[in-house]
Each structure stands twice: as structure tokens, then as C-alpha cells.
T-cell receptor
């Protein structure tokens, strides 16, 4: 079965640089979610999109922005990177017509900020 | 205090043992409860999904939800070395449109042959 695709899988950036993470949801899934997981931490909800509109917002820094495109893929843009942004970034997707809160996660993008 | 509490472990058991993993929570608005399995450096994999109180069984896995006690459990029967992973509980509430999952910190399980 098709899964959530994230790219790149690994990313190394310097402080103050920018990064763009991409997420391709499972086919026919219309909602995407972004989570940040620091070392030894639980995933923290950042933001979600349904039908290209932001549907919920969590603890996402103002330096970060995200959007969902017409093909339902999503991009997380991160600017002025800080050392503390080093983490695993997960994208998850779900189908609105499916079971509530049933989110399927991608393999993650490991961001390292030097 | 975190909304969802989970013992980080590690929990070490011999192969074939019955494993019990638990989470407590403070937000009575949580209605959907999930268990995810996460292998090192991989994405969380949905294992069990339950709504409100009750039990749900799927193969070697049984999920229990006790909303009156704000307590959920995951039981693994006949544990295997391949079950060694971190198990995360997650839950959601209607006031966030069930969009935002709130996770526990995860329990690391080690099953030895």
C-alpha cells in the first residue's frame, strides 16, 4: 500500500539558513499534518491543512510557514534556522471521510542545523 | 504537567511474555485514542485505534480505554524480539476538530530472545 512520502530524508543546514521540507500524502488523503520530534521527545503538532486551507495550528514558530497545494502535497518552509530546530519532522495524512484522527505518518525528514 | 503521561521505560521482557503499556491523561475531552509503534529513526506506525471507552483486539494486541480513570493500556501477547520499539500513545479531542494528536513521551520496549 502507498504510504506518505517525505523528502528529503536527511537535511543538513547552517544556522540562519532556510530549509524546505516536502510531503506527499497517501493517495485520496486530503488532510496533511506536520509534527516535530526532538531527540528523545514525543512528536509535537505544528500545523495541519485541509483542502489547501490551514485547519489547525500548534506550536509552530513564526519563522516557519507551510502550505498545501492543489495536488494535496504540502511544504514546510523554515527560515532563520536555529540549532534548536534540529529534529525529526514528520508529515502525516488522513482522509476526511475516514475515521477521525486516524493519521498515517511518513518516514520523517531529519534536519540537522550546524 | 503534560496532558499525557507515559513511563519512558525501558521495559525489558523475555520473548513470549505478556507486555502491558499504559498512559494516563488529564484532558477529559479526549475521545479518540491511538497506539503507535516507532522503530528507531522511523515514522510512527499506527497499531491500534479506539473511540471512547472499551476494549479492542487485533491479533496479539489489545487496547483498553477507561475514560472514567483517564487511563489507557496496550497489551501485547506472546511478545517477539521484533516488537522491540518505542510505543507511543496518542489522543485527540473534538475542540481541535480531532486534528491535533497529543502524544505521550513513548515507552521503549525491549524483548529479548
Amino acid at each position: 500500500a502507498a504510504g506518505v512520502i517525505q523528502s528529503p530524508r536527511h537535511l543538513i543546514k547552517e544556522k540562519r539558513e532556510t530549509a524546505t521540507l516536502k510531503c506527499y500524502p497517501i493517495p485520496r488523503h486530503d488532510t496533511v499534518y506536520w509534527y516535530q520530534q526532538g531527540p528523545g521527545q514525543d512528536p509535537q503538532f505544528l500545523i495541519s491543512f485541509y483542502e489547501k486551507m490551514q485547519s489547525d495550528k500548534g506550536s509552530i514558530p513564526d519563522r516557519f510557514s507551510a502550505q498545501q497545494f492543489s495536488d494535496y502535497h504540502s511544504e514546510l518552509n523554515m527560515s532563520s534556522l536555529e540549532l534548536g530546530d534540529s529534529a525529526l519532522y514528520f508529515c502525516a495524512s488522513s482522509q476526511t471521510s475516514g475515521r477521525a484522527s486516524e493519521q498515517f505518518f511518513g518516514p520523517g525528514t531529519r534536519l540537522t542545523v550546524l | 504537567q503534560k496532558e499525557v503521561e507515559q513511563d519512558p521505560g525501558p521495559l525489558s521482557v523475555p520473548e513470549g511474555a505478556i507486555v502491558s503499556l499504559n498512559c494516563t491523561y488529564s484532558n477529559s475531552a479526549f475521545q479518540y485514542f491511538m497506539w503507535y509503534r516507532q522503530y528507531s529513526r522511523k515514522g510512527p506506525e499506527l497499531l491500534m485505534y479506539t473511540y471512547s471507552s472499551g476494549n479492542k483486539e487485533d491479533g496479539r494486541f489489545t487496547a483498553q480505554v477507561d475514560k472514567s480513570s483517564k487511563y489507557i493500556s496496550l497489551f501485547i501477547r506472546d511478545s517477539q524480539p521484533s516488537d522491540s520499539a518505542t510505543y507511543l500513545c496518542a489522543m485527540s479531542a473534538e475542540n481541535t476538530g480531532f486534528q491535533k494528536l497529543v502524544f505521550g513521551t513513548g515507552t521503549r520496549l525491549l524483548v529479548s530472545p
